[in-house]
Every structure is written in structure tokens, then in C-alpha cells.
């Protein structure tokens, strides 16, 4: 990555925010005023497709409605006003209860974002059925920010609205001002994207979702592309920017203790995870920040990280970036131990070795190379812990890729490609390769 020009970027992104002049806290606000980039919607949003769960009498799992319409109440009281649901979310039930939460307030006082979700059926009859089914749910004449929802490629958008002349019907109900804000959300390869610019002028999108972090912001991985690209070609034709998975998927939520601890140094009273939507807010095209808060705690700690935000500086920007670089480098396994993939037909412990390589990484005793200190006694430890953890008959390196595993693991983890990447890892600190 270039830091010259990472940073160039950071440092105007950094000046360009502010709580615009003459914004009050909102009745019974205890954090103080949420800032906007744009007027009129906080710049924290509420992701709604977690909402808390809880059981019935009979002991299925529903949504806590009274749950919900309490963290609602204490969104809306803080200045949270922006609130991004789908037909899909929850087994299709997250409309209802955003809904029911939602109504007991005036219309004026909320704005919803919700999508056309036509993945199993793009037929225009449906799609249509769809459209109005959400403005049913929320007994509203009209949808603030309609999405087009996870566009994946050119060939995605025209089977799924391009064809079928849906979106014609959606252009019409925009013209008609049922639609307010027409826009899409997308995860998509570059190509992917950039043929939805080229439809801009044709549309004229009025806001875009992305997932933006300072992980993926130059580290895009599988079917995403660089938060960066996207950020930019959306902010040189001025449109808005929505942003999904500021902590990617919670990951940056929590980080290795060394990388921690170097946060924590600079902003004690601070979460982790605050690191994260501090990035995102320090960008002046973006709308919102879409966080998915299930706990009040999730809400509070956003409240007071966006209440009294401070951008990022240079130098913490470049620190955010030394630490992507580093996850990129040492990236986390994410095993649950949940031991779906057990019994391997060859022995190995999958579990072990995922977990010791996991926690090593976290507690940061993990080796890196030559250049660290002590890295002699790093190396020796490592490997002895490595050995005690799991008995070399069960290691990494007797894996030949079978792929059984594989389809049992409901985290998705691609099982023997991970082995193999921490077998050549501990390969490399035995030869003293690093």
C-alpha cells in the first residue's frame, strides 16, 4: 500500500468532519449530539438483521420485541435515526418487529432503509409484491432509502432487475416520491462494481452500501474489492456512502494483545471495537455507519464513541494500517471448537491446532521472525508449547486435503487450506525460514 497517499487521504477525510453548527442533543440525550455529514441523519445507523432473540412459551426462538423497542427508544433519544432492515432478515421477521418498534413514534422522526431481497424469485410480480409488502409492514407511504440489495456482478443485476423491468417500476415510484433514495448495496470484484457506475448517469443512484473497515479498506478479501476503490469512485461523482461490516463480521472488535494494548495506551477509556467506527466516521461521504447492535451495551459504546467523536488523526490512521497489515499476516482462524469436523479420518486434531494457533495470536506470543526480541527463546517456546498442545501424530502437517471435514464446519472454514497455511507456518519457524 502506499502510506503517502493512505495517509493523504486519512488526514482530508479527517479535517472534513464536524458536528454541523446549531445540532442540540436530543431530549434526554446523555452522551451529547450524534454529528451528520449529511442533515438530517445521525451518522451511527442501526443494522437490524440482529435483532436479540429470545423463546416462546412453547420454546422456539423469537425476536424480543420488548427488547427491541428499548434499544429503539434509546437509539432515537440519542440521535440515531437511520434504520437499515430487509424482507430477508431474521427468517423474514425483522420488518415486522422494526416496524412495531418503529410506529409507536411519528413518521417524521425515523427513516427507513430497507431492500428489494428478490434473490429466490426476481419475477417482476414478485419483486413488486415485495416492494409493497414493506411499505405495508410499516404502514408508511414511502421508503427512504431503498436498496437493491447485494448486487454481485453485471450479469446479478441484470437477471435480477434489469430484465425483468423492475427497476423501470422502481424509477416511477422514486418519481412518484414513494421512494425517496434509490440506491443498491453490493459485494462484488471491481468489474462487478464499476458496471454499476457506468449506470449512474442512466439512474442516478442516490446513496450506495459498501462494506468498509480498516481491514478491508486495502485488504479486501474473497468477493469483495478494496473499501478504498469503492470509496472513491463514489465520493468523485458525489454520492453518498453507507457502510456495512465496520467491524468485519465483529473481528476488529477484538484484536491480539500486543495490538491492543498499543490502543489502549492512546484511548484507555475506550473500546476496542471504538477504533473501527472512529475509521469509518473520519471519511466525509459517509452517510452512516450501519452497526447491528443486539445488546444495549453494543448501542451505549457507539453512542459514546459517535456523541463525542474525534477523528482520526495521521498517526493513528497509520497505526490502523500497521495493524491490518499485521491481521493480513497472521490472519485468525475464527474456530469455535465446536467439533462438527471431528473425528478427522487421518487424526488430526483439528480443534487443537486451530486453538493454539488462535490464542497465540491473540496473546501475542506468536513468532514472527529473526528481527523480534528474543526471538530465539519465542521460537523455542513455540514450538514446545506447540508439541505439549498436540501430539505430533495429530498436527497440522498430516493433513492430505480430503475436504470431509470441510462440510460439517458451520463457521464455513476452509478447513484443510487452513491447516496447510499453519503447517507451513510451523515449518517455517523448525528450518528457521521466517
Request: hydrophobic share 35%; charged share 25%.
Amino acid at each position: 500500500m502506499d502510506r503517502r497517499e493512505f495517509l493523504k487521504t486519512s488526514a482530508v477525510a479527517g479535517l472534513a468532519i464536524s458536528v454541523p453548527a446549531g445540532l442540540t442533543a436530543a431530549s434526554g440525550n446523555e452522551y451529547g449530539a450524534m454529528p451528520q455529514h449529511y442533515p438530517g441523519i445521525g451518522i451511527l445507523g442501526y443494522g437490524c438483521m440482529r435483532w436479540p432473540m429470545t423463546k416462546d412459551s412453547e420454546g422456539n426462538e423469537i425476536i424480543d420485541q420488548e427488547a427491541v423497542n428499548a434499544l429503539v427508544d434509546k437509539a432515537l433519544a440519542n440521535g440515531v435515526n437511520y434504520f437499515d432492515t430487509s424482507p430477508v432478515y431474521l427468517r423474514g421477521d425483522s420488518e415486522r418487529a422494526t416496524a412495531e418498534a418503529l410506529n409507536r413514534y411519528p413518521r417524521d422522526k425515523w427513516l427507513l432503509a430497507t431492500k428489494l431481497s428478490n434473490f429466490s424469485n426476481a419475477t417482476y410480480e414478485n419483486s413488486v409484491k415485495m416492494y409493497r409488502r414493506s411499505l405495508e409492514i410499516f404502514k408508511t407511504d414511502h421508503i427512504d432509502y431503498y436498496l437493491l440489495h447485494s448486487v454481485g456482478s453485471a450479469d446479478d443485476f441484470k437477471k435480477r432487475f434489469g430484465d425483468t423491468g423492475i427497476l423501470d417500476f422502481l424509477m416511477k415510484e422514486r418519481e412518484a416520491g414513494r421512494i425517496r433514495n434509490l440506491g443498491f448495496s453490493i459485494h462484488s470484484q471491481p468489474q462487478g462494481f464499476d458496471s454499476m457506475m457506468e449506470l449512474h448517469e442512466k439512474y442516478n443512484w442516490d446513496f450506495v452500501q459498501i462494506q468498509m473497515n480498516y481491514l478491508d479498506w486495502t485488504h479486501a478479501g474473497g468477493r469483495n474489492t478494496n473499501a478504498k476503490y469503492l470509496y472513491e469512485e463514489l465520493a468523485a461523482r458525489d454520492i453518498p456512502v453507507v457502510i456495512m461490516e465496520p467491524l468485519r463480521g465483529g473481528s476488529l472488535g477484538t484484536l491480539p494483545k500486543p495490538q491492543a494494548e498499543r490502543l489502549k495506551a492512546i484511548e484507555p477509556d475506550r473500546s476496542i471495537a471504538s477504533w473501527a467506527f472512529r475509521f469509518c466516521g473520519s471519511f466525509p461521504k459517509v452517510m452512516c455507519v450501519l452497526s447491528g447492535m443486539t445488546y444495549m451495551e453494543h448501542l451505549d459504546d457507539n453512542l459514546a464513541t459517535y456523541c463525542d467523536f474525534k477523528p482520526l488523526n495521521d498517526e493513528e490512521f497509520a497505526l490502523l494500517e500497521e495493524i491490518a497489515e499485521n491481521r493480513m499476516q497472521f490472519p485468525l482462524v475464527g474456530c469455535t471448537g465446536c467439533q462438527y469436523c471431528m473425528p478427522c479420518p487421518y487424526g488430526i486434531n483439528i480443534p487443537g491446532v486451530f486453538r493454539f494457533y488462535d490464542n497465540n495470536i491473540l496473546e501475542g506470543t506468536y513468532v514472527t521472525g529473526p528481527e523480534q526480541k528474543h526471538y530465539a527463546r519465542i521460537r523455542r517456546k513455540y514450538l514446545a508449547n506447540y508439541d505439549k498442545a498436540v501430539e505430533s501424530i495429530r498436527q497440522a502437517d498430516h493433513c492430505i486435503s480430503c475436504g470431509k471435514c470441510v462440510k460439517s464446519c458451520p463457521q464455513r472454514i476452509r478447513i484443510p487450506a487452513e491447516l496447510g497455511r499453519i503447517d507451513k507456518y510451523i515449518e517455517q519457524i523448525r528450518q528457521d525460514t521466517l
